[in-house]
């Protein structure tokens, strides 16, 4: 669960529960944890990993008894309380809760629901996991999360899928007296559909703005091989188009909010539908009844270029469209139609140069090691990742996401029920399997392909989403699965952390750009030095565009001078800048610097570059208190320094985010003492 946004059952639920005209409360039990952990996200996380270790005592450990017993005195008086399983994972914890609920509140009715409880339990293939099952539970006929505990009269009841509302029985067994309109999620009409007021909203972790969730459709046009929506979700419906932005206005007026993530499998589904909705969402905007700060993101289908998908472009920000994520998954159009997902790397491409024209921002979720990928196929991964290079670049890729690991075979998705035409082999966890056609990709060779997939993106700059938090669930599966592990792929042989073989293969050439802003009535110069050539600029009064390259090795520090020197005839004219900054009004102002595209004008030249004066007893005595190393004053020599085994744009990611950058080294310290435990 994220502390960066709302889910959006609750909102659904509490509405569902107060038209019937009961109170409804909200705990959010991952957000609370995190309040426990006193906001420290490496407490916060090693706690969300424990809860989910069956291995792990709750008794012993003082936050986690803080955390469960705060939310024991919010349920204390409950009649009925409703546990949201969010996937397999939580299962653990989640009967940890129930049995704390049953205890405390042994008269509430219990229902269990979300995709987790239609899960079998996790791990099950673990003998230590069933053994325990079978001390705690009488029947275990079923391991079914839901089913399980239904059968042990653990609880009242289940969602048996997630088609299913068993809810609005359970309101009128224990409030005969009191009806109201039965919940439709298929139409949603009904006067009340989301009630957001349940959230405490001001306690999560929001990058920038507040957004609330919403959904316009439920199920998925698509059947990709790997994934389990049809499952739930076999038919795929929409909202009416006129009643969702009635529910949007709504929401805005209620909350003061207007950024929102559609929660749909796939936003544009339905491209006729879509084309309407955009339609009447710009249209709602230009008449002032949406306001102009109603943004909105959301899953979204790459598809081969059309007619059609280009008046789609045309509307996608005028009706707010902000950020759309899009499944690509691998740059092999071999593999990518063996998932069943009809687009090729040329369709994307020509996807986000129309969002780059437009100023919609996408974020690409990959993983690699499908069954079937060969090393050839991967390598198609990483080639596409320079190709994306320029999208990053200019803002358009907001995030690639890698997940926490490669392929994971879930149960009931197309790719199980066909294993047998590949010779694939399900084994004790879902993130470990073996393919007869393709015996070299083991867990530890997914593991490699999956840093260094990593390691490659930041390469070429295209920034990672939840990457530190990713590598910490890696960290988890190893830590818990120890035993599981060494039996089913036996040790490590190799470091799957060793990306630099890799990464120094790659000399790319960095371009960079500058405008040289020379307010002095005399001609200045620029002269650029590398390890292997030297640039000159003459640069006279206006704008002087220079332009030149370099080569920085990987395996090589590297260093580039940029040297300015004025005619020997000008003299500082000293002024200061608003914030007391010095600058000689006949001086020179650096301006629009790009390398590869990437503008770093306001972010990463400051950190970046060193600045030496020639002769700095001409400066003020107190210059150096503010200084803006674009500022140009007298002759002077800025250095950039770019160490070896790093690539030119991690390393300017590491001086932008120095926090985001310490965080990382320290999961990877962590991640490369998981792995020493499975090696010889």
């Not at 008269?107 to 053994?131: H, P, R």
Request: glycine letters at 4%; one cysteine or more.
């Amino acid at each position: 669960m994220s502390l960066e946004e709302l889910t959006l059952s609750p909102a659904i639920l509490a509405a569902q529960v107060e038209n019937k005209g009961h109170y409804f409360k909200y705990i959010d039990t991952n957000l609370h944890l995190y309040q426990v952990c006193d906001k420290d996200k490496n407490t916060y996380h090693k706690k969300s990993n424990d809860i989910m270790n069956y291995k792990f005592n709750p008794e012993n450990d003082l936050v986690i008894k803080k955390w469960t017993s705060d939310i024991s005195k919010s349920i204390r008086d409950s009649d009925l309380l409703m546990i949201n399983v969010f996937s397999f994972l939580s299962h653990f914890c989640a009967l940890y809760f129930i049995e704390l609920c049953r205890n405390i509140n042994p008269t509430a009715q219990i229902l269990v629901g979300g995709i987790g409880a239609q899960k079998e339990f996790y791990n099950n293939a673990n003998k230590e996991i069933m053994n325990l099952l079978a001390e705690k539970f009488d029947n275990t006929s079923s391991i079914n999360f839901g089913e399980l505990l239904f059968n042990n009269n653990y609880i009242t009841d289940w969602q048996k899928d997630s088609g299913s509302d068993i809810l609005d029985q359970y309101l009128v067994n224990l409030y005969p007296e009191k009806t109201g309109d039965t919940f439709n999620i298929e139409n949603l009409s009904n006067k009340k559909e989301f009630d957001f007021s349940v959230y405490n909203i001001e306690e999560y972790e929001w990058k920038k703005h507040k957004s609330l969730p919403i959904l316009s459709s439920y199920g998925c046009v698509r059947k990709c091989s790997f994934c389990d929506v049809l499952i739930y979700f076999p038919k795929y419906k929409f909202i009416d188009n006129d009643i969702l932005i009635n529910n949007i206005i709504d929401i805005i007026d209620e909350t003061n909010i207007s950024k929102f993530i559609f929660m749909d499998s796939l936003i544009n589904g339905g491209l006729k539908i879509f084309e309407e909705l955009l339609t009447k969402l710009a249209n709602k905007k230009k008449s002032g009844e949406i306001p102009e700060t109603f943004t909105w993101s959301s899953t979204y289908i790459c598809r081969p270029p059309s007619i059609q998908l280009s008046r789609i472009h045309k509307l996608l920000k005028p009706a707010g469209a902000d950020n759309l994520v899009i499944g690509v998954e691998t740059g092999s159009d071999r593999i990518r139609y063996e998932m069943n997902k009809k687009h090729t790397n040329e369709d994307l491409l020509n996807e986000l140069s129309a969002f780059s024209n437009e100023g919609v921002k996408a974020n690409l979720l990959f993983f690699p090691a499908w069954p079937t990928e060969t090393i050839e196929d991967f390598s198609e991964t990483l080639n596409l990742y320079k190709n994306l290079e320029k999208y990053g670049h200019d803002g358009t890729i907001d995030g690639i996401n890698l997940g926490s690991g490669g392929f994971a075979l879930i149960d009931g998705t197309p790719i199980d029920k066909n294993k047998e035409e590949i010779g694939l082999e399900a084994g004790p966890t879902e993130f470990l399997w073996r393919c007869e056609q393709n015996m070299d990709l083991t867990y530890w060779e997914t593991l490699r392909r999956r840093i260094l997939a990593s390691e490659t993106a930041m390469y070429y700059g295209l920034p990672l989403t939840d990457e530190a938090n990713y590598r910490r669930t890696i960290i988890n599966n190893l830590e818990t699965n120890i035993d599981i592990i060494l039996n089913y792929v036996g040790n490590l042989l190799f470091d799957p952390m060793d990306v630099e073989k890799y990464l120094s293969t790659l000399h790319d050439v960095y371009q960079v750009s500058i405008d040289v802003v020379n307010s002095d009535q005399y001609t200045s110069s620029v002269q650029i030095n590398t390890d292997s050539e030297t640039f000159y600029f003459n640069c006279e009064p206006g704008i002087t565009p220079i332009n030149f390259s370099f080569t920085k090795p990987f395996g090589c520090d590297f260093q580039l001078d940029i040297q300015i020197k004025f005619d020997s005839r000008n003299e500082c004219i000293w002024s200061n800048h608003p914030n007391g900054e010095y600058y000689s009004e006949n001086g020179i102002y650096l301006d629009n610097i790009f390398i590869n595209e990437k503008n770093i004008t306001l972010d990463g030249f400051e950190q970046l570059s060193k600045q030496n004066f020639c002769n700095s007893a001409k400066l003020p005595l107190d210059f150096y208190e503010i200084v803006n190393k674009r500022c140009i004053p007298i002759n002077s020599t800025i250095t950039w320094n770019f160490p070896k085994n790093k690539g030119v744009f991690k390393f300017l990611w590491e001086l932008i985010n120095p926090e985001l950058a310490k965080e990382l080294e320290y999961v990877n310290i962590n991640l490369k003492n998981a792995f020493e435990k499975f090696k010889l």
